[in-house]
């Protein structure tokens, strides 16, 4: 057999993409599908969307590759996380529309739980901070404010599940209610360290066991699906950032990959511990393999590549966002100017949420390019900051880390990181890393790839870049963000 079919739904498009045995790129198909806002906060999906357009890219990127089920040795599927949908197990249709990460609306909820000090019980066992991102309490949501949701889910009418088990479900038809420990440890249910559903969380969120699928290994055999016109095992499955964690190729304790898109997602592999963080960073798991679990430190910026689309849409000093390279080349450095992209207040390490953009630094001589320029740098310096808090927790000293994502092309950014990181930063020619991930995890477990160390040999840099900046030039940088951070933050009166 000649591929393996990764099936990565994202928040915005559901993609398929065709994977040869080298881990290249064959073919690709995507669709968007509608984002719902139903009030200011709120952001929801429709499930059957989903699974429809999955299901379209799927049996379109086989047509492009001219390739019939009996090409593909196996699925894998990647997704957006936490996103939470609820369906009848009868009739397997959605009892409402799937609540996405970004939705906030239970917000107060979660303050009610750090106001009850749950906040140490949590992260213990979880591994997160409370936050509405995660699916326990959009869970919660759905049986207290759909009609008869919680009768019928005290019944065991009822299934939960995020993307990966809803594609799974449809997949095989209604037969596998199943999902992966990545996906498990995003919501905000499950024992990280005792790899299990948490009974006292349950109960907690008022949510019956019987509705939550079962976790199995990342790289395993989930079920079969007849769909596509012949019988295909799923055989992996993992959360977008995990995913994109083992497609970079970060499988030994202490490798980083970063992805820089909207915003940023860190992820640190600590190996077979999971690590507490004193720092605010997420403690998640990374993978369970054979029955070996490991795990990953977590740190997101808000806003990253944002920042790119707020100097086109909100200063409209380049046209689009590869614009911003030449501009900020242009000029031999930022002139003293800093910006705090802290448009959405900040992430870890920070977790401030009153602090606001800050533009510091200027003077008469500041022109549009020396913006630009502050605009990649505070890029760069959020995520050193991350990077830092990860050092510390975890003990471990960054080699080199892992590039990928939409602006990971800009070669200015990825040496002003480089340089501030002062460590090697390495860009991988495919750059589908979160669909290579899901490919590889299915791949190893059909044989399609015999192990790990095969897949790590596919693994190729487009392009390495290596830190050139003086150590006191650096520290010049550091200390000025330090100072422009402090002007950013609790900046909003509450
Ligand atoms: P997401 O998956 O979060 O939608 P992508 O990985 O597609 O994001 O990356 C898109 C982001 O990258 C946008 O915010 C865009 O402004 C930014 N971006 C794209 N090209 C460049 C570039 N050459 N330099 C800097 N930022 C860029």
């Known amino acids: 057999m000649k591929f393996i079919l990764a099936l990565d739904q994202g928040t915005t498009s559901s993609r398929a993409i065709l994977f040869n045995h080298d881990g290249g790129i064959v073919a690709v198909a995507q669709k ?52 939470a949908v609820v369906w009848d197990r009868k009739t397997g249709k959605p009892i409402c529309n799937a609540i996405v990460w970004q939705d906030r609306r239970t917000a107060p909820v ?31 949501w759905i049986l207290q404010n759909v009609k008869g949701a919680k009768a019928r889910a005290a019944k065991g009418e009822l299934a939960f599940g995020t993307i990966d088990s809803w594609l799974l479900w449809n997949l095989t038809g209604g037969e596998v209610h199943a999902t992966d420990v990545s996906n498990a440890s995003r919501t905000m249910l499950y024992d990280i360290r005792k790899g299990d559903w948490d009974d006292e969380l349950l109960k907690l969120f008022g949510i019956p066991r019987s509705m939550l699928p079962e976790v199995k290994d990342s790289s395993g055999i989930f079920g079969e699906t007849t769909l596509l016109g012949g019988s295909i095992p799923v055989a992996g499955i993992a959360g977008d950032q995990q995913a994109a964690l083992f497609g970079q190729v970060c499988t030994q304790p202490g490798m980083v990959k970063n992805t820089y898109g909207t915003g940023c997602f860190m992820l640190m592999n600590t190996g077979t511990k999971p690590i507490a963080s004193k720092n605010k960073l997420l403690t998640t798991v990374a993978w369970r393999i054979n029955g070996k679990t490991e795990y990953a430190l977590e740190g997101s910026v808000f806003i990253a590549g944002a920042a790119i689309q ?19 080349a242009s000029v031999p450095d930022t002139g003293g100017v800093y910006l705090v992209p802290a448009f959405a207040g900040l992430g870890a390490p920070h977790w401030d949420a009153y602090a606001r953009g800050t533009l510091v630094g200027m003077t008469r001589g500041t022109t549009a390019a020396h913006i630009a320029r502050a605009a990649l740098e505070g890029i760069a310096l959020q995520v050193m900051d991350i990077l830092k808090a990860m050092e510390a927790d975890a003990g471990i000293k960054l080699k080199e880390l892992g590039v990928d994502g939409g602006a990971c092309v800009n070669n ?47 693994w190729q840099v487009d392009k390495k870049f290596k830190p050139a900046m003086k150590a006191a030039a650096r520290t010049k940088i550091t200390s000025g963000w330090n100072r422009a951070l402090s002007r950013a933050k609790a900046w909003e009166e509450s």
Request: with cysteine; net charge positive; aromatic share 6%.
């Open 32 to 83: 968007e599908f509608k984002q719902i806002f139903p009030k200011p906060g709120w952001v929801e999906h429709d499930a059957q969307e989903i699974w429809a357009t999955q299901a379209g890219v799927a049996s379109e990127v086989l047509h492009k590759a001219r390739a019939k089920a009996e090409d593909v040795a196996a699925i894998g599927i990647t997704n957006q996380r936490e996103t």
């Open 310 to 328: 707020w100097l086109r849409d909100g200063l409209g000093i380049i046209k689009k966002s590869p614009d911003v390279e030449p501009l900020a």
């Open 412 to 458: 200015l950014l990825m040496q002003m990181q480089c340089d501030l990181l002062g460590v090697p930063t390495l860009r991988p020619k495919i750059n589908e890393t979160t669909a290579l991930g899901a490919a590889f995890l299915a791949g190893l477990a059909v044989r399609f790839w015999n192990n790990q160390a095969q897949i790590a040999k596919q």
């Open 110 to 140: 979660c303050d009610k739980l750090r106001a009850r000090k749950l906040d140490k019980l949590i992260q213990r066992k979880t591994g997160l901070v409370i936050d509405a991102y995660f699916s326990a309490t959009k869970v919660q």
